[in-house]
């Protein structure tokens, strides 16, 4: 005989779905409101931050290397502007008097007018705290043909002038600086003779004169030096070459 057809589907009662088709739920809070969607049967996503919130979250804070690179920049155009000076400057510059020298000494220049101060010079020269800078000024068409030279020098040495020094060490030690620093600008000294002078000042004072000679020219000097302080040693030096040192004086005692 023939066998008989099944009439649907074999269904497990346990999956939740009848023989003719899934089974209705009968729960409220799963029925689906009218005309909106159906329920959804995983977890639900957990909430999330606003936009702006998020992007605060993810970025860092670029102020701080904003402003390292605004100093980077202020560094290098202040470092090119004082080397853009520096080249461009010229070496020789017309001064007036009173005139602050590059060693902090203020000088009263004899005749008022007509000085140049040349920067190429200028001595400088260093051993651990202490250190000598000199200053040259001079009146005239060049420094090569100058009519009169002035020299203002400083020899800072932390405590070294505090305790009570031997006239005789002061005058032999400043005269043998004399002859270095004069060296050291290109020149040498002929007849250099220093003594004790108390009359211009009323520090512990000396008092040099001589030649010095120069590679175009040989004109006479004369310079002046005290101790200004526990800490330094000051010097005015004066040469013209029609031999008249008397300036020295007035500059040696309106120096400050």
């Not at 089974?23 to 159906?38: H, M, Q, Y």
């Not at 902090?104 to 101060?117: A, I, K």
């Not at 043909?145 to 400083?154: I, K, N, Q, S």
């Not at 009359?199 to 001589?210: L, M």
Request: charge should be positive.
């Amino acid at each position: 005989m023939p066998r008989r057809l099944p009439r649907g589907p074999t269904r497990d009662p346990g999956d939740g779905l009848g023989a003719t088709g899934p089974e209705t739920s009968t729960d409220p809070a799963r029925a689906p409101l009218a005309g909106g969607p159906a329920p959804t049967t995983g977890p639900l996503p957990p909430p999330t931050t606003s936009s702006l919130g998020a992007t605060f979250a993810a970025e860092p804070n670029p102020w701080p290397a904003r402003l390292i690179m605004v100093a980077l920049l202020a560094a290098a155009s202040y470092g090119g502007y004082r080397l853009y000076r520096r080249l461009t400057r010229p070496d020789v510059v017309a001064i007036s008097s009173p005139y602050r020298s590059s060693t902090g000494v203020t000088v009263e220049l004899p005749g008022g007018s007509g000085w140049h101060s040349d920067r190429r010079l200028r001595l400088k020269e260093s051993r651990g705290p202490a250190w000598m800078r000199g200053d040259v000024m001079f009146r005239g068409p060049t420094a090569d043909a100058a009519d009169e030279f002035v020299l203002v020098l400083r020899i800072h040495a932390p405590g070294g002038y505090s305790r009570a020094i031997d006239p005789e060490q002061l005058r032999s030690g400043l005269e043998r600086g004399l002859q270095q620093t004069a060296a050291a600008a290109g020149a040498t000294t002929r007849s250099l003779a220093c003594v004790l002078e108390s009359t211009w000042r009323t520090e512990q004072a000396v008092a040099c004169y001589g030649v010095v000679v120069l590679p175009m020219r040989t004109i006479p000097c004369a310079v002046y030096l005290w101790v200004a302080s526990d800490d330094d040693v000051v010097g005015i030096g004066y040469a013209t070459g029609d031999g008249t040192l008397d300036p020295l004086e007035a500059m040696a005692r309106t120096a400050r």
